[in-house]
């Protein structure tokens, strides 16, 4: 029997709340409360057809997975549900207007240009969610700010006629020393999700690693593999280990080749630029108090079920339960990382969660920079693999951590942008900018291979030193009358 | 007797001046000279109803306290009081229309965010008065900004289900390492005044102290304690001892737990934002020449009876009158807090004065990150407790202090911003927002609680340096063509 | 014999050049190839009245001294010299309006709005000659900056009830540690010139140095001064040393009380704010290749005589000649310090000239501190008076001068835009600024007088760091979306 | 037989493509494949007149060398060579105007100046092309900005009155210690091309280095040599050994008297901001992939023939086929210098090829204040000349260059900026501009002659410092309420 509109449209408050998704009616009356975005926006939708809204959110499988079976209600006929006639948002149409104005593919150089074009033309919400971060953002820049504090002493008269980019992560041969790394919601910024990042990987020979809080489901992403293609599993470990045991069970069955655990968010962030948005919604203009959390953004909405009890006892348990190398994806200071060795993991990805955790976080290339000395001098950097993640722009960030010692080096946000404008091939593009670019820095800092990358290469004496300037003294600066370039001759007129 | 308007009218200057202040007549002539203020103020209301000018600056009972009775010329027909038609001022009637525009509390995400509405909202006065400090206001900056050279170097896989913020500070259990310390005049920003801080601190079991310049009177902020609620007493000491001693004596059996004396202020400052401010008064157009420090602010006008004799030799003069812990507040340097220890005292507030005193003073954190190594190596953080303040505006500030080996963290303008936008919701809102940045940053780095908390987990090597960029080249830099990203591409008309 | 205008008007060119001063005619025909500010700019005036160019740039003395007495042709009847009709220049209307709209003195609260409101109101080359410095002005700044690089470690307790601001600068007793150092051409800011320095000196009992270069004559200078007013001479030592002994003894035998020779001024700099001002000079329009100095601004102009041979050697010779004590002003480096000491005079200025003379010369404020530890490690600080000029804004940079060690302050500029702004009353309030300042801050760091200062109160540890920032990276900073405060909230229309 | 115009327009695609060049056909149609910029850009001329897009990129003997004679097709009648009517292009028409406004060579104070104008006036390519940079820039402003961290420690009292500039460059006596360093495509600037800096350099008795890259061709640039003029040559290698060797033997035969070899760019550096001109170009709008390099600017195309595979092994090769210096040109690190004067050569030019290569590259004069303390420790200072370009723009620049050790001081753009806006005098002016700057400062830091200059005159702490600031809290800047000067005070209307 199929469903009408006028059918759902009955169900539509707390007491019964029937919502269309794809085509087909579900109950959600008494999943309610447990819904970790909050009830209301559910309610919102009670009596119509969520899916826009439900789509990014939630991989495909969520309701197979989560709503019982008896509460899958079956499909609807969708010409009997009344089209909400969606007012002309003058700010959407001036949205669609840049975005039939974006600039060719080919006019972008460097992986700044996406995030300008991203800027422009995504939907407020969706850059909200991706170019947010921690606090007032300072870690957010110092990842990629710390970068330019090191410097290099290239080595001149070395045959560089021919470069190799290649090298090895957990016994995978790349093609570049860089990975896809996991970041959450890819449909926010393309409607086909991360699967366009599993299809570029390929193209490029890279790893992806599959993201806990994807858009596309975990098996859509892995059905996307080709050939050989390689990816990872990122994990926010579950409050019920059951359900860890079985998600990383299945990626090892599914052929996963490594498993990150992430150690820096035992909660999610709080991100003030993605909260700010929620108040330019309609709807939620009355104040709601300190009762839910529902308008703290999208992180605190999909992550109540990280377990922030999660601790060092607990490895031994995950390296019963698998015979994936096991990374910890989030380590932040030297002690944790010889902690690590100790534990037995296989390694560390020295990241702050691209500056979207804990606002003053150090940049994943300081701890390494601190790390990587003390590795060598206690006979241990052999033991454990080096990853290093947040704030890469540019093919000389790469050859920077790989020069201090980093096995490989992950790019997130620069993927997104770059799939939230121009979709796969803009993906593929990033990927051979940075290609192209430690193609040629590698030629210039006169190596020919990774493996020859070393950090005499490197000045780093300005990486550790976090100043900031005396605040400025307005009464000078408005006073002090600055030298000018000789201006203009005007001819006299006859 | 009642008296008329027109009674009141007739001494109307300096050879007799009566003012009106809440409904009740008084004759001021002969107290006119003794003004902190100065007599110009009061000359302004001669004859006149004074107390909407009176009230922010003086406690309800300080005509009882300072006046002589005789004359107290007793209750006024207020019906009789001719009302001075109010020019329509378009600056407050702009002000009103953001008044009524507000965002509304739910937006307010942080600490700043209270301030920028404040700025927009408060009375010019006001706010040039509370916003306002010393010189070039460099000090006033660096308080915060030297927190900003202060990095984390959070611990992962610890058990961070539980946090718990609670700490003792003399003696005192309070739900969270912060309190509200002292600050002036708080009928400036709103007309109850500072008991809106008590009411708040007691919503989140935190401790106020009480300050000498309240715009409320001692009594009234005691009276609005509730249950076993805690206040210190914030000292200004008084050149007649006699009067500090009654103070202090009366602080103590009307239930202060702690004494808390000014050091850092001998004379109080000169702060020009709040001086610029008097000379877009009406009436004050008229150049006084250097003869009253009238147009000097209100901070100097509420000062003059400060003792700036007050001296080490002193101390053993106030152990002796009181059983109150005695704190110092304002110490600025380890020798200081060494000296402290030996004076006796039960603690320290390395602060300067919200950077209202000496600007170019250190701010708190640096002293404190100066001073603790020294007491440690000395075996002396046991013997003094040692808070902070200055500068504070998020959870990672008060916990850095704490990691530091602060007791507690003093906070002053944001609760006075919040109390001056929002009123008592706000300061309760402000103090909910620490606690909730707190809460999950106390899981980012790792500790379940505050003992937890240590200087391992800093980054403080970049917190010593001064630095001040060499000044700009401005021909180079309007010399310089900066790179662009790609620009939009104009589609060709048909 | 009168002469009269067109008497006059016929000796125009190179070859018969009569001008008129002051009501008198001059033959200055042999004299132009010698002028050292070139022939051209008298030219412009030949057989006309050239006293209001020639008043500001020479003292009044000068043609008695340098022009022979034959050459002196008597006075003109005035009211037969054609005036020429000025035009009405637009810039110098906008300019009397803006005199007319000046602030009262009383709203000047800091030297930096003396020198703002000189900015507004001075005539262009005027303000151009007193604020222009060497290249790119970038040790003008820095020497303020300087300041900034150094902190307050206050001690507190201390009974602070009498401030005394007193101190000894070569055995003369003044009323604070600042003097006015030698500035030239104070006739281009008002037109009473230098004797405004002298009475406001008088009035505040600090020591004047009279400028070589001054507006006003020597002996002008010195007539002005009142009672035991006491004078210093700055000495440009002419390549001709009889004139530079007549002038010495002169001084000596008038009563100066120290002779300060200028050592780091062999050349008058290159001032490029200066010189692009006379490109906007009607007249000067045409260009005229590199064959005159006379587009180089006023201080090449001026400042031909000075010997750039002067050195080491010739110190005896000047203490054969007189009895005053001998500085050497202009000393950059410790090592030249512990020369001079060798030399056996009795002081030296630690400056760079105002910033006017070589440009990333480093600020005296760096140099004192560089060189004071060095004087006490050798025994040598009592054995010589350090003096230091140079960016002195605030009451607080003079008493962190006096902790490093420093005998006086020289103040130069601040006291010249005072009086081009207000006169001699600007310039006394400016001195009554500091004296406040000074009085409140040495309250606020724990000392009572100028002999308790010492270098336990400061935090220089930043002051020896030149850095800049690495430059920044404009894709960054262009695509970074910045975090805003909460915006007003428009109340729907009804 | 004289071709007509539609003789060779029926040659106008890529199975037959003639060109005219400055009037001669030549047939290109086999060539096309080879074209270093590819064939695009030639077809684009097919069968049309290509003399004004040829001329700035090649020197006139290019067809002769590289095109066999029996494709020279000879003379054409030009009058029958249909003349496309250019567009009014209106960019062009306001450049135009820019010229006929440009500023009087005499107002040009500095260097700055003529980089200001030249970007008002050049090109947009070729403005693109020369002011362009490696990524971001950074090394390119590095360049200058690292001078700046060096400061001045002057020593006063020296005679100073006959200053002497000139000194020795590998053998040649020259007036100043800079020569004029090699830039590519000078015609872009100015039709004449480089010939002018020969006769500049000429002029004021410095040496030009002769660009591998010029406009104007090996010999044309040797013939405009005069007298004793001395030339060095700048040498790309090129893969062809054998050319390679026929270039440094006519060099050497044609009397250059120093081989310096280019050995930090064995591929030419991508330069976003000439890549970005590219895209506004008519005829580039279509999209094209990465199919070939032509939209990458400049510098990939005139560069396919650089030998990446050049090495410390080819040394030995190029001592054996001259007798001239060798110098290796583009030395970054004190370990590369200690090995060329292992290698035997004469010199080295420590630079990073004007910010144009390796991004985050450090500036000539860090690793010159690197190397030579370093050298004098080894005793090896006195065994290789040491010179160093990039980023110098005052005399004082030069003077810190030659107190730290340099030979001499490479300088390109600056003269490419005086040359494209004033021609030969322009290039002349920056020279003496130079000179006069760099006497003045000889003067005020106390040095006679280049070889007084030493180590101990400079502060050079800053230098190695790398830093950036922290990250700047938005927050707190929008809602910082900055202090103010006095404003204007309005008077009454009547």
């Given amino acids: ?149 090191i410097w290099f002493r290239p080595q001149i008269l070395v045959d560089v006629a021919n470069i190799n980019l290649s090298t090895t992560m957990l016994g995978t041969k790349v093609d570049a020393p860089f990975y896809v790394t996991a970041t959450a919601l890819g449909k926010l910024g393309h409607p086909e999700g991360e699967v366009l990042l599993t299809r570029a990987a390929r193209s490029h020979n890279v ?79 009355v104040q709601k108090g300190t009762k839910t959390d529902n308008t703290q953004g999208a992180a605190r909405a999909i992550s109540s079920f990280i377990d922030p009890s999660l601790s060092w006892a607990d490895i031994p348990w995950f390296q019963s339960i698998t015979k994936m190398p096991i990374i910890l994806k989030g380590v932040q200071r030297v002690e944790d990382v010889l902690r690590a060795v100790e534990a037995g993991v296989q390694g560390v990805v020295l990241s702050n969660h691209g500056g979207r955790q804990l606002d003053f976080a150090r940049s994943g290339i300081e701890i390494l920079a601190e790390t ?63 290609k192209d670019e430690m193609e040629m820095n590698m030629r210039l800092i006169g190596c020919a291979k990774i493996e020859d990358l070393h950090p005499g290469l490197l000045d780093t004496r300005g990486l550790f030193v976090h100043s900031n300037s005396t605040p400025v003294d307005s009464l000078s600066h408005i006073t002090y009358d600055p030298l000018v370039v000789p201006s203009q001759r005007l001819k006299a007129k006859l």
């Avoid at 079976?69 to 949205?95: C, F, I, N, W, Y």
């Avoid at 669609?96 to 460097?110: D, T």
């Fill in 1 to 149: 029997m199929v469903l009408t509109g006028s059918d759902v449209a009955k169900h539509n408050d707390e007491k019964s709340c029937w919502v269309i998704i794809h085509g087909k009616a579900y109950d959600v009356t008494e999943f309610l409360p447990e819904h970790p975005g909050g009830e209301e926006i559910i309610l919102k939708y009670a009596g119509k057809d969520a899916t826009e809204e439900f789509d990014p959110i939630h991989p495909r499988d969520t309701l197979d997975k989560y709503l019982d079976k008896s509460l899958h209600l079956g499909p609807v006929d969708m010409s009997t549900v009344a089209q909400e006639a969606k007012r002309e948002d003058p700010e959407e149409v001036e949205r669609q207007k840049r975005i039939a104005e974006m600039p060719l593919l080919s006019e972008c150089f460097n992986l700044h240009d996406f995030e300008a074009i991203a800027r422009r033309t995504m939907k407020k919400g969706a850059w909200g969610y991706y170019s947010s971060a921690a606090d007032d953002e300072i870690t957010l820049r110092e990842n990629h700010s710390a970068y330019h504090r």
């Fill in 207 to 285: 790893i992806q690693m599959i993201p806990t809080l994807a858009s596309c489901s975990f098996d859509e992403l892995v059905d996307a593999r080709q050939g050989d293609q390689v990816q990872w599993l990122q994990l926010y470990v579950n409050k019920d280990r059951d359900i860890t045991k079985r998600i990383v069970q299945n990626a090892e069955r599914r052929g996963c080749k490594g498993l990150f655990i992430t150690v820096d968010a035992p909660q999610l962030g709080r991100r003030e630029k993605d909260m700010r948005l929620k108040f330019t919604d309609s709807g939620s203009n």
């Fill in 372 to 434: 990587m000395p003390v590795l060598r001098q206690h006979g241990l950097d052999k033991k454990i693999d080096v990853f290093v993640d947040g704030g890469v722009r540019r093919g000389t960030d790469i050859i920077k951590a790989m020069c201090l010692g980093a096995k490989g080096v992950g790019i997130g946000r620069p993927f997104l942008y770059a799939m939230s404008t121009y979709g796969q091939a803009g993906v593929e593009r990033v990927m051979q900018l940075l």
